[in-house]
């Protein structure tokens, strides 16, 4: 068995003992939907049963293949890592639709160029925002739409430095 096959992953320490256990702590109940027995004895007694008032959210990290960063595959893989750097407010942008942008509470993410002024529309209506990820391998168009930017909001260029970074046997 090798990591990533079903056989290894089903017994790995984290999904199979951390995330049900701070699952359990946080919502009051075992994995399979029964109360907790028992108290919390802190400053203040109160029964396991009664979770907590907090959330959580678990990500898997994984290698990105630059070929699938490159067509614009990896998305999804790398939304919550974009969400944490912006903050870890508000939700996690997971999909950016036909229209190539979305906006959040903390951070924005433009992947369609063309669609430049809608996305800088949608950060003006949005004080919370102060970071904006912009996808693009052109250092001209990345630098026209940070220009643009209102001056809250930070840019960060997406995906051209990871693609030069892993490349091997490169000449130029």
Same mark, same amino acid.
């Given at each position: 068995l090798r990591p990533g096959d079903p056989e290894w992953e089903q017994w790995g320490i984290c999904d199979y003992i951390t995330k049900p256990r701070i699952t359990a702590a946080i919502? #009051?109940?075992t994995p399979a939907g029964n109360p907790i027995k028992g108290d919390y004895k802190f400053t203040d /007694? +109160?029964?396991m049963a009664? #979770? +907590?008032?907090e959330n959580a959210a678990f990500f898997t990290l994984t290698y990105e293949a630059p070929l699938e960063v490159r067509h614009h595959r990896a998305f999804e893989r790398i939304a919550p890592l974009l969400w944490m750097r912006a903050g870890s407010r508000g939700r996690i942008i997971m999909n950016l639709g036909a229209r190539g942008w979305d906006v959040a /509470?903390?951070?924005g993410v433009l992947e369609s160029i063309d669609q430049a002024?809608? +996305?800088l529309e949608a950060l003006e209506s949005r004080d919370t925002v102060e970071t904006a990820y912009i996808v693009t391998d052109s250092a001209a168009a990345y630098q026209n739409v940070a220009r643009a930017l209102p /001056?809250?909001?930070t840019p960060v260029r997406l995906y051209e430095s990871y693609l030069h970074? +892993?490349?091997i046997n490169r000449r130029d």
């Open positions: 919502t #009051g109940k /007694e +109160f029964p009664d #979770g +907590f008032a /509470e903390a951070y002024a809608h +996305f /001056e809250r909001v970074n +892993f490349q």
